[in-house]
């Protein structure tokens, strides 16, 4: 199928550098994307920059003899499967609210007949002034979506509602608004990925090696085909996948309550690290070294998502896939887990080798089949094996 097209409107304003990255993540989500810099905008952002990412002309002027010579803009306008603005200023915002056309963005905006999604960035006195808030009234009256902005502190040194959203916001904005074509569009996925951390007390706790890195990958993988995304991440350092919501936690039982809020979902990938137990009572207050050269600490069992979910009598997903992180007697462990747990499959690998931290991986899929090594050696691959192993259970 023909990939999406995006028509992306840039205003002015020091956020505008942001929508660089938004245009690399849109056609990293395999999407075209055009580009119209207003005047202010390239005060910011260069069209050579803009080409250069989007693989296209960027177009700045209403006026271009050679393009209007073919109707330009309305070619432009009617061309994209969606018309996105951002940043929209408080003034691209008015000039739509008004229907005025005295420049190329404006004018795109009065002659389109696709659907629209804006993503707000001016500063907070501007955002709350009445003017902006009956223009944003009427734009969503017209049909016009928004994503952002939000909270937070502004180059002008003022600090409030007015932030352009990240670009991973509004990309996943803007696979909500027009839909994917993919293999797996419609399907809601949930995915674990990380370590999660329990805590001893305010300042030290227990965690692991895990980096998130192949779950961050399988969560991109699913995106790509289409999926409904959702990230239930434990603390990594990873910027979110595109087309990705994710939600942060820190515990296992952090963890466990995330997943099942997400419920039900047609598919769970089960990735995290999740720590098997946790102290009974995390202290107050820092623990101090005291003369005593033993500290005792009680351990109780945290809860085990894979097989709670799994044998979740009424939103149990279609399939359901764990991991088995081992040091050793691997398919072992993976036949008992697959027993045990409930679930369609197990990816097991073998962490003793560096796979923690590395964009390494080497594992090998059990269904009840058997075994099947997952060609290829990168975490990467390992992704681009489950995306396929899905679609076909499916």
């Not at 700045?60 to 200023?89: K, N, W, Y």
């Not at 691997?330 to 679930?343: I, N």
């Amino acid at each position: 199928m023909d990939p999406k097209r995006i028509l992306l409107i840039v205003g002015g304003g020091i956020a505008a550098y942001k929508s660089l990255e938004l245009i690399r993540l849109i056609k990293k989500a395999g999407m075209d994307v055009r580009v119209v810099l207003t005047r202010a905008a390239q005060e910011f952002v260069t069209p050579l920059s803009a080409a250069a990412l989007s693989g296209d002309k960027v177009y700045t002027d209403l006026f271009d003899l050679t393009d209007e010579t073919e109707m330009g803009h309305i070619m432009l306008s009617r061309q994209a499967d969606l018309v996105v603005v951002a940043p929209a200023t408080a003034d691209l915002m008015a000039k739509a609210t008004q229907g005025m056309a005295n420049d190329l963005a404006s004018t795109l905006l009065l002659a389109t007949d696709k659907p629209v999604l804006m993503a707000p960035a001016m500063n907070v006195r501007m955002w709350h002034h009445a003017a902006t808030q009956r223009n944003l009234a009427q734009l969503k009256v017209d049909g016009v979506s928004f994503v952002g902005p939000e909270e937070g502190d502004m180059a002008c040194g003022e600090f409030g509602l007015g932030r352009l959203s990240e670009p991973e916001a509004i990309l996943a904005a803007i696979l909500g608004r027009i839909g994917h074509s993919g293999a797996l569009n419609g399907r809601k996925v949930v995915i674990t990925a990380g370590p999660t951390f329990e805590p001893l007390d305010p300042v030290r706790g227990l965690t692991n090696r895990s980096s998130g890195r192949q779950g961050y990958a399988i969560a991109e993988r699913l995106a790509r085909e289409g999926a409904e995304v959702v990230l239930v991440s434990g603390p990594v350092a990873l910027p979110t996948p595109p087309g990705v919501r994710r939600v942060d936690v820190e515990s296992a039982q952090d963890m466990f309550d995330a997943v099942h809020a997400e419920l039900p979902a047609d598919i769970f990938v089960g990735v995290a690290a999740v720590a098997d137990w946790r102290p009974k009572e995390a202290a107050t207050e820092k623990q101090k070294k005291t003369a005593e050269p033993e500290m005792t600490v009680t351990f109780v069992k945290n809860p085990d998502i894979l097989e709670a979910v799994s044998k979740h009598l009424e939103m149990r997903p279609r399939v359901v896939i764990g991991f088995a992180a081992e040091t050793g007697s691997l398919e072992d462990y993976a036949k008992a887990k697959l027993a045990s747990k409930g679930c369609d499959a197990i990816v097991a690998n073998n962490v003793s080798e560096g796979v923690f931290g590395s964009a390494h991986n080497s594992a090998t899929l059990l269904d009840l089949s058997g075994f099947t090594p997952i060609p290829g050696d990168t975490k990467t691959a390992v992704a681009d094996f489950l995306a396929d192993y899905i679609q076909k259970k499916l």
